[in-house]
């Protein structure tokens, strides 16, 4: 009985070994380990849409997309391209067989719902913008792989593409011929090549992204939470993704990423969320309300982004088909103005943002805009002409977008033209599946091009003119290809806006063929003016995103809270003292 006695309190003694050990062996027990702060913010205006295929078309969503997906490669504070999810590089280059390529092996990482991230996301992500029934104008980016072109166009197969994952983690990419390897990862660095699953985006037939139970994210942070009333965002949580980078056995929780959640209360407007933020009640704040943006301009700390906001003209419409017409509405508008109206912004000087580089990073690269210079002027010029006609301009329903649209319209009527102003918002629904989704009326307007002007936020594809460049020009656009008309049919579509120009399309062509880096530049540098005097799409101002902090609790490890891109960094983020912050008890479930 002695015997039996201590057996049994043995094998007890065992289990509360076992037991007492596994959290710390797991290091994926939240409830021994400290989960880290939850965090109140307030970073942008609504954004329900986080497809990476349409994000350069809105400020506003590249200050969650930089902390929710995470590509190869990125580029640092500096805009030099240092490794992502890519842990290696190995060239294979036989140049007497002609064959050119490449293997990238990708670290081991998890998206949010636990699954390894693949090789084959990438060529799922890659092959769903080049393929011709799919507007993917980030195409171009692709177009040294093997038949890049050739499938974007329908002439090959999507399956043809030169890329192949030769192991789980191993993505080996073919090429065309020689190629810059260095200006190709500067390439893949751009936010939208990052990878998808694509047993995530099938689920449902459309607005995939908008979905937090559908949406699964590679980077830093998930969406955990988008609480939609009235057609208005309403509430936002962004949680730590626990498998980002993370070994779940050995890693504690926050290795690689501090905080635990950022809580988005986004029921009132940017005013009642600097009322919050001027009250105590919120650690950080990148959204200002128009009226409180002079009074924060020197306390704020003010970053430039890549993304120029920008008219863009349906140019097959009357009276914007006349390129005369065109160039006189842009002539007509003060950038200053509307750089005074946004206060966190400057007048643009071209398409091409300042932060683009003329030919790749280095300590001491010039912009491409310093060197081919402004391209538009900031103020107003006068004795335009008439432009007579009525057009409507689509703006997204936020306070800085009607602003801006109210200006323009204003100054477009004294030319003789009469603009009406029209919001576009969100529409939430379910499918047939009973899913709940987000209807973006505003990004259904834009691809169906059935639009006369829209005011956009174009930002740069990556850090190099070319894409940038390359997307208005018929071949290079990634437009819509209808495939249900026979294949002899076939016809690249220009882009969205309509504008088709020969002497356009061979400039893009010619920089495209163009190998050495001074002549392309220069080559590029033709091609924006042939556009800035064609003026499909008007640069107005280049954006800036801006941030205040409560500095006496708010401490971020990485030191910049803002990248390269004007993207929020905010993985290192920490709060001294988690209790100053009160919200509902379900954020701290």
């Known amino acids: 009985m002695k015997r039996l006695f201590c057996l049994l309190l043995a094998v007890l003694m065992m289990a509360a070994v076992l037991a007492s ?3 710390a062996d797991d290091g994926n027990d939240e409830k021994e380990e400290d989960r880290g702060a939850i965090i109140p913010v307030y970073l942008s205006a609504d954004i329900s849409n986080f497809d990476p295929a349409t994000a350069n078309l809105d400020d506003a969503s590249t200050k969650i997309f930089g902390l929710i997906y995470e590509g190869l490669y990125k580029y640092d504070e500096n805009g030099k391209v240092v490794n992502a999810q890519a842990s290696s590089l190995k060239v294979l280059d036989n140049p007497d067989k002609n064959y050119y390529a490449i293997e990238i092996n990708l670290k081991t990482t998890y998206w949010s719902d636990g699954t390894q991230v693949q090789a084959s996301d990438y060529i799922f992500a890659w092959k769903r913008i080049i393929q011709p029934g799919f507007r993917g104008e980030a195409a171009s980016l692709l177009f040294d792989i093997k038949n890049a072109r050739a499938c974007n166009s329908g002439e090959l197969s999507i399956d043809d593409l030169g890329v192949t994952d030769s192991t789980i983690t191993t ?8 190629t810059d390897y260095d200006k190709f990862c500067e390439y893949l660095a751009s936010p939208y090549l990052v990878p998808l699953r694509e047993n995530v985006i099938y689920k449902v037939e459309k607005d995939w992204s908008t979905n937090p139970t559908i949406l699964v994210t590679n980077g830093p942070f998930c969406v955990r939470t988008a609480t939609w009333d009235s057609g208005k965002l309403s509430k936002m949580i962004i949680e730590r993704n626990m498998y980002y980078m993370r070994n779940v056995k050995k890693d504690k929780l926050d290795k690689y990423v501090t905080p635990f959640r950022f809580y988005i209360d986004c029921s009132g407007d940017a005013a009642a969320a600097e009322a919050q933020f001027a009250a105590g009640n919120l650690a950080y704040i990148s959204e200002f309300p128009l009226s409180k943006r002079a009074e924060y301009a020197s306390k704020a700390e003010v970053v430039d982004t890549l993304s120029v906001m920008s008219v863009l003209f349906n140019t097959t419409k009357a009276p914007l088909d006349k390129a005369e017409n065109r160039l006189a509405l842009s002539k007509a508008l003060d950038r ?3 750089a005074e109206i946004l206060n966190f912004a400057k007048p643009a000087g071209g398409i091409i943002a300042d932060k683009v580089f003329e030919n790749g990073y280095s300590k001491n690269a010039k912009s491409f805009r310093e060197v081919g210079g402004n391209l538009v002027d900031a103020k107003a010029a006068s004795g335009l002409p008439k432009v007579s006609g009525s057009i409507t301009l689509a703006v997204r329903d936020t306070e800085a977008d009607k602003a801006v649209g109210e200006y323009i319209a204003e100054t477009w009527g004294a030319l003789g033209l009469k603009v009406t102003v029209k919001e576009y918002g969100f529409k939430k629904y379910q499918d047939v599946n009973e899913y709940d989704l987000i209807q973006d009326k505003y990004i259904e307007l834009y691809e169906s091009g059935e639009f006369d002007a829209i005011l956009i936020d174009y930002t740069m594809f990556c850090t190099d003119a070319f894409a940038n460049l390359a997307s208005f020009a018929k071949d290079f656009a990634g437009g819509f290809i209808d495939m249900t008309v026979p294949s002899d049919d076939y016809s690249n579509a220009p882009h969205v806006c309509g504008y088709d120009s020969e002497e356009y399309n061979a400039k893009i062509e010619e920089a495209y063929a163009e190998k050495d880096p001074a002549k392309r530049a220069a080559i590029l540098h033709e091609a924006e003016k042939i556009l800035m005097t064609d003026m499909p799409i ?10 205040i902090a409560d500095t006496s609790n708010f401490k971020n490890k990485d030191k910049k809270c803002l990248n390269y891109y004007g993207f929020e960094a905010l993985s290192k ?16 479930k």
């Open 171 to 178: 993505l080996h990419i073919e090429f065309e011929g020689p």
């Open 538 to 547: 008007v640069p107005l101002v280049q954006l800036q995103n801006a941030f």
């Open 336 to 338: 200053t103005k509307i």
């Open 573 to 588: 983020v920490e709060v001294s003292d988690r209790e100053k912050y009160t919200f509902g008890e379900e954020e701290q």
């Open 21 to 23: 050990c596994s959290p």
